[in-house]
């Protein structure tokens, strides 16, 4: 047993904040030795914070080790993302998990060869990344796999706190998640492309300036409480941060406000994380190289 008598000593003289079920979960911890399930669950009751948020004390000691530990099983988390440069869907789930530090190893398919599609079958029968290994759980597709990390990782602070600003960001990010399908085509996710240039159709001009006047109107409302979309950082963000990048590849002009949050997206240390690895990739996807 590799904790300590004086831990565990402590751990029982922790003032009775969670239920009895809280302390079932704390000593199983402490008796299958799982260090960071029992010292975030520790953090849990000596603050006093409710049940639910005992995996935000793992997330606390990860943070405090400096390190990116296990997640609540003991087993870290795992996300399979196809190319940086050119992975949209994969971009929305690692965004929410790298903005938020929460720990997971990453595992990267290369799109479009001929192995892709028995490499992707290693780890998701739906075929598509990106895909998240949580122990034993399988999520896949981008939103379920966002709606999972908020639910179980971060109390909900996915989306919006007021209901009807809920109700609201999980409109847009439906609204990107099932539409917007001239942009995708014709402004496909290029990361390391700037300056591109593509004829913009009337279909096209009608999918830009709907997004453009979303954001305008969202970050007009929620200006003071942030620089997302709904003001803290939300599912609604990651959803359209490939549009980012696809403006910004194309050079799509948009409103001075929609500018903006663009320049805020794109400045985040997470996304230029995301942008320096793409920059580093050799792998080039014909299909996908669009514009003059
Ligand atoms: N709706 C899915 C779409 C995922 C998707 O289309 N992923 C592409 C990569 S961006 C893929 O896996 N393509 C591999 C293939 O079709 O062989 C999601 O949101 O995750």
Same mark, same amino acid.
Request: proline letters at 3%; glycine letters at 6%.
């Given at each position: 047993?590799?904790?300590?008598?004086?831990?565990?000593?402590?751990?029982?003289?922790?003032?009775?904040?969670?239920?009895?079920?809280?302390?079932?979960?704390?000593?199983?911890? =402490?008796?299958?030795?799982?260090?960071?399930?029992?010292?975030?669950?520790?953090?849990?009751?000596?603050?006093?914070?409710?049940?639910?948020?005992?995996?935000?004390?793992?997330?606390? %000691?990860?943070?405090?080790?400096?390190?990116?530990?296990?997640?609540?099983?003991?087993? %870290?988390?795992?996300?399979?993302? #196809?190319?940086?440069?050119?992975?949209?869907?994969?971009?929305? @789930?690692?965004?929410?998990?790298?903005?938020?530090?929460?720990?997971?190893?990453?595992?990267?398919?290369?799109?479009?060869?001929?192995?892709?599609?028995?490499?992707?079958?290693?780890?998701?029968?739906?075929?598509?990344?990106?895909?998240?290994?949580?122990?034993?759980?399988?999520?896949?597709?981008?939103? @379920? =796999?966002?709606?999972?990390?908020?639910?179980?990782?971060?109390?909900?602070?996915?989306?919006?706190?007021?209901?009807?600003?809920?109700?609201?960001?999980?409109?847009? @990010?439906?609204?990107?998640?099932?539409?917007?399908?001239?942009?995708?085509?014709?402004?496909?996710?290029?990361?390391?492309?700037?300056?591109?240039?593509?004829?913009?159709?009337?279909?096209?001009?009608?999918?830009?300036?709907?997004?453009?006047?979303?954001?305008?109107?969202?970050?007009?409302?929620?200006?003071?409480?942030?620089?997302?979309?709904?003001?803290?950082?939300? =599912?609604?963000?990651?959803?359209?941060?490939?549009?980012?990048?696809?403006?910004?590849?194309?050079?799509?002009?948009?409103?001075? =406000?929609?500018?903006?949050?663009?320049?805020?997206?794109?400045?985040?240390?997470?996304?230029?994380?995301?942008?320096?690895?793409?920059?580093?990739?050799?792998?080039?996807?014909?299909?996908?190289?669009? #514009?003059?």
């Amino acid at each position: 047993m590799l904790l300590s008598n004086a831990f565990i000593f402590d751990a029982f003289t922790s003032r009775l904040a969670g239920t009895i079920a809280s302390w079932k979960v704390h000593l199983f911890a =402490i008796l299958h030795d799982d260090i960071d399930l029992a010292i975030g669950y520790h953090i849990m009751l000596s603050k006093q914070n409710n049940p639910q948020s005992y995996k935000q004390g793992i997330l606390e %000691k990860a943070e405090q080790r400096g390190s990116r530990g296990p997640t609540i099983s003991g087993v %870290k988390m795992k996300l399979i993302i #196809g190319n940086k440069n050119y992975s949209s869907w994969s971009l929305r @789930a690692w965004l929410l998990l790298s903005v938020n530090d929460i720990p997971f190893d990453e595992v990267r398919v290369t799109l479009s060869t001929e192995n892709t599609r028995s490499e992707i079958a290693k780890h998701t029968a739906a075929g598509k990344v990106p895909v998240l290994h949580d122990n034993d759980l399988v999520v896949w597709d981008s939103l @379920a =796999i966002c709606e999972y990390i908020s639910e179980q990782y971060l109390g909900g602070k996915g989306w919006p706190a007021d209901a009807k600003d809920r109700a609201q960001a999980r409109s847009c @990010a439906a609204e990107m998640h099932s539409g917007f399908f001239t942009i995708r085509e014709k402004l496909p996710m290029n990361c390391r492309a700037v300056d591109r240039h593509v004829p913009i159709s009337a279909d096209l001009e009608k999918e830009i300036s709907r997004i453009d006047s979303m954001w305008t109107e969202l970050r007009t409302k929620f200006s003071a409480s942030g620089q997302w979309l709904f003001g803290e950082f939300s =599912i609604a963000d990651c959803m359209f941060a490939p549009v980012v990048f696809r403006f910004r590849t194309y050079n799509v002009a948009v409103s001075e =406000i929609s500018a903006y949050y663009m320049k805020n997206v794109l400045a985040h240390p997470k996304v230029q994380l995301w942008l320096d690895q793409a920059q580093k990739e050799v792998e080039t996807i014909e299909s996908t190289e669009v #514009g003059m």
